[in-house]
């Protein structure tokens, strides 16, 4: 019998005032086991300064058959996009 | 040059080497992806060490000697490495526990150490301390999970915990030269590392739910050269290029 750690998604933040962005997953016991685990796999090459961790379990996807109600009508309302604005060049991180 | 200071060097850089070999054996061979990793990243953070203590035993020594010289091309009984470091792989249960040891001594070495009066090896120390920081508490969170685990897992890492205590007494025994060392200003107490690697190891070990093993004698003699029959192994693959294609780089 072969039992397998539950997945945990990870997030990392690779500077301060940047958003966590999803990594990838590990295995692990439980959350703290999953943080270390996350440090070992995906910051070996200084890719971060803070590590989230969530049980892939708890997260509710949404279902690629419902693709077109969902994000279909999106497509043509391009007047949403804020495209008419003109940005100062200090801003960067849009 | 400057005998004493070479031969510490040499003591401080060999266990290092040898335990980052063994754990170099596990890469492609660790329990899932996850703990291959970290073993690996312990492994390589250990060379990195390694090669700040040789290239400053190089330094001292002279004569055009590298790191690379002190590294691959002694002879057995030149290595000074403690013998719990030359101990194979078992399961991963002996992993921990060889790891476990050594991280709680090397622990407190390297802490004292970033206050020796030699700024180099301060600073050495000063660097790696952090690593060896999660070191320790990766080996000790995987002892206190084994022990308090299931049956089996608690039975694995009690014996491994027996196994390996009747090679920690060596990390204690004072060479001449460490006495030389601290009586400098340059090395380690070793009645503070010993105090301080009991009173961590104790604690770990009761969090654990495992017998904290009674032993009155130790397997000894790395630190004068007399090796078990482990080392011989190890430095036959850990000098095969050096020794096939003399001065080969890459």
């Known amino acids: 019998?072969?039992?397998?750690?539950?997945?945990?998604?990870?997030?990392?933040?690779?500077r301060s005032g940047l958003d966590h962005r999803h990594a990838g997953s590990v295995h692990a016991a439980d959350a703290k086991m999953a943080l270390e685990n996350a440090r070992d796999v995906y910051t070996r090459r200084q890719e971060g300064v803070s590590i989230w961790v969530v049980p892939s379990a708890s997260i509710t996807a949404s279902d690629p058959e419902e693709g077109g109600e969902l994000f279909e009508p999106a497509k043509d309302k391009v007047y949403r996009h804020p495209t008419f604005y003109d940005l100062p060049d200090e801003l960067t991180h849009m | 040059m400057n005998k004493s200071l070479y031969d510490y060097l040499i003591l401080l850089g060999d266990s290092p080497l040898i335990l980052g070999h063994r754990l170099s054996e596990l890469c492609g061979h660790g329990p899932n992806l996850e703990t291959d990793i970290a073993l690996s990243n312990i492994a390589l953070d250990l060379f990195g060490q390694v090669r700040n203590w040789y290239q400053y035993a190089a330094e001292v020594h002279g004569e055009?000697?590298?790191?690379?010289?002190?590294?691959?091309?002694?002879?057995?009984?030149?290595?000074?490495?403690?013998?719990?470091?030359?101990?194979?792989?078992?399961?991963f249960a002996w992993v921990i526990a060889r790891q476990f040891?050594?991280?709680?001594?090397?622990?407190?070495?390297?802490?004292?150490?970033?206050?020796?009066?030699?700024e180099r090896i301060s600073a050495i120390a000063a660097k790696s301390i952090k690593e060896v920081t999660y070191h320790r508490r990766f080996s000790s969170e995987w002892v206190k999970r084994?022990?308090?685990?299931?049956?089996?897992?608690?039975?694995?890492?009690?014996?491994?915990?027996?196994?390996?205590?009747m090679y920690k007494g060596e990390l204690f025994e004072e060479t001449n030269v460490e006495k030389e060392?601290?009586?400098?200003?340059?090395?380690a107490d070793f009645k503070v590392l010993k105090t301080q690697f009991d009173s961590f190891t104790n604690e770990v070990l009761n969090d654990a739910g495992l017998e904290i093993p009674q032993i009155d004698w130790t397997q000894r003699g790395g630190k004068q050269g007399v090796h078990s029959e482990h080392l011989g192994y190890i430095l036959t693959d850990l000098q095969y290029m050096q020794r096939a294609y003399p001065g080969m780089q890459w």
Request: charged content about 30%.
């Open chain 2, 101 to 118: 040891y050594f991280d709680a001594w090397h622990f407190s070495l390297l802490s004292q150490l970033t206050e020796s009066r030699d």
């Open chain 2, 146 to 165: 084994l022990g308090d685990g299931t049956e089996e897992s608690h039975i694995r890492m009690q014996n491994a915990i027996a196994h390996f205590a």
């Open chain 2, 181 to 187: 060392m601290f009586a400098s200003g340059t090395g």
């Open chain 1, 1 to 14: 019998m072969k039992k397998e750690w539950p997945v945990w998604e990870v997030f990392i933040r690779s």
């Open chain 2, 64 to 91: 055009g000697k590298t790191e690379d010289d002190i590294a691959f091309l002694r002879y057995e009984h030149e290595y000074r490495n403690v013998v719990l470091t030359e101990q194979p792989n078992k399961d």
